[in-house]
């Protein structure tokens, strides 16, 4: 069936430094959204993209429905930014959305 | 942002019994989801929801499973009756309709155990 990969399944960076998740699709994706789990175990909406990039503060997401791929930049990392990130994608039609998730990836900051 | 509630937060329950998990979606959204995560698994969809009826369901949705919405209530996902490999965390998420506005917002999540 349709999947999401996502990479890494963990990450460790130090305060002020920056990385990227990514997410590959094995088929193609109309829609990304981009969550992160906060400590009470909510999702928190990052992203939703149907295609391009977007940005907000530190954050930056891009989306390549063609490719079948999207990425997560973190910049300038903050001990706050630390948890699990999830990517899900879907293919909205008018039978109704799912979305398929990723593994998520663990991020830690250290000072 | 837009919030979706779900009550309980947790439930325990035992096997054979009926559990119904609730699920207050976004107040002007139309589309309303179930979603089921087995601990150390990824999220899986289970269920959409539309206009009263199911819209598409997954393999997951069991004939024990039913959802619904009546008119100005929660969104419901019933299980009757339980099962033990029914225990897991159960997000609910609502969407607007159309365009741009398929974005999904989820609730907490009900942990259910099944004894």
């Known amino acids: 069936g349709d999947q999401v990969e996502q990479s890494p399944s963990a990450l460790s960076l130090h305060e002020g430094t920056g990385s990227a998740l990514r997410c590959n699709f094995t088929?193609?994706?109309?829609?990304v959204q981009w969550f992160r789990k906060n400590s009470r175990g909510s999702l928190i909406n990052l992203f939703y993209l149907a295609s391009g990039t977007k940005e907000n503060g530190r954050l930056k997401s891009a989306f390549d429905s063609k490719e079948r791929y999207s990425t997560l930049h973190i910049r300038d990392a903050q001990l706050e930014d630390s948890g699990t990130y999830f990517c899900a994608a879907g293919n909205y039609g008018s039978s109704g959305n799912k979305l398929i998730f990723g593994i998520g990836t663990l991020l830690s900051v250290k000072p | 942002g837009p919030k979706v509630l779900q009550i309980p937060s947790h439930q325990i329950i035992d096997m054979g019994q009926m559990v119904t998990l609730n699920c207050d979606p976004v107040s002007n959204h139309l589309y309303f989801y179930w979603y089921k995560q087995i601990l150390g698994q990824q999220m899986e969809f289970l269920v959409n929801f539309y206009n009263g009826k199911v819209m598409e369901k997954s393999k997951l949705f069991k004939d024990q499973f039913s959802v619904e919405r009546p008119d100005g209530s929660y969104f419901t996902l019933k299980i009757q009756p339980t099962a033990l490999e029914d225990s897991a965390v159960y997000f609910c998420a609502s969407s607007l309709l159309g365009g741009s506005s398929y974005e999904q917002y989820f609730g907490p999540g009900t942990r259910l155990t099944v004894l």
């Open positions: 088929t193609t994706m109309r829609a």
